[in-house]
């Protein structure tokens, strides 16, 4: 068992997890939609670079294979620190890598929201969380703690700047060109009913997006 559990000790064990990249995030005032806990522990695996270049045309069935795989290390990830956080008399409580909509109203708390507030990255014009490591090619999962841990530096606007590469990418034109401030409607940034229409036209692929503006951004290729 970990003797002292502090942020060092949270880093060993998730990079047994294969966590790329994770952060604090600070929630007082509380998140949108967030338990009542006072730390968010943002978690980031990165998407397999090979399926991020064949999602140029569309997306594939390596990609929707590569969301399920992610999102269960992910909620094995997740699964483990609670377990691991309770074990040493504190609190903490999981937000799964991808919440069902139970069809009565429910909203899972938003992974972008710990992740941005965390200082792992922004919100880009396609209103995908953009990592400043591995641009949006990656999934997220959350969880909170009563632990006493440093929060990290909110990241609070865009910086994609200039750059237009997802919004010029995106067959259906789903990106306003609007740069993202933390608080912002996603409806300013991104037409959702267009995305959704557009992947109606690739036929039952499983994955959520076509991930064109995924493969897009520049953030996404190696540096």
Request: charged share 20%.
């Amino acid at each position: 068992m970990i003797g002292i559990l502090d942020r060092h000790a949270i880093g060993q064990l998730l990079r047994t997890k294969e966590v790329d990249a994770w952060g604090v995030a600070v929630n007082t005032p509380r998140l949108p939609l967030a338990p009542d806990y006072p730390i968010a522990i943002s978690l980031l695996m990165r998407v397999d670079q090979l399926v991020v270049r064949g999602l140029r045309h569309g997306p594939t069935a390596d990609y929707y294979e590569e969301y399920v795989r992610l999102n269960l290390a992910l909620d094995d990830a997740t699964e483990t620190l609670v377990d691991v956080v309770r074990a040493h008399g504190r609190a903490a409580e999981r937000v799964v890598a991808t919440g069902d909509d139970a069809g009565n109203g429910y909203r899972p708390f938003p992974h972008k929201t710990a992740a941005t507030s965390a200082g792992l990255g922004w919100i880009g014009k396609t209103a995908l969380f953009v990592s400043s490591r591995f641009g949006p090619a990656v999934r997220l999962a959350t969880v909170f703690t009563d632990l006493d841990l440093p929060g990290g530096d909110a990241i609070v606007e865009s910086r994609c700047a200039d750059c237009r590469a997802c919004v010029d990418a995106c067959p259906a034109g789903c990106g306003r060109d609007v740069l993202w401030r933390a608080g912002m409607a996603r409806d300013k940034l991104f037409d959702a009913a267009a995305c959704r229409h557009q992947m109606t036209l690739f036929g039952d692929v499983g994955a959520q997006i076509c991930g064109i503006c995924v493969a897009a951004c520049p953030y996404t290729r190696p540096h």
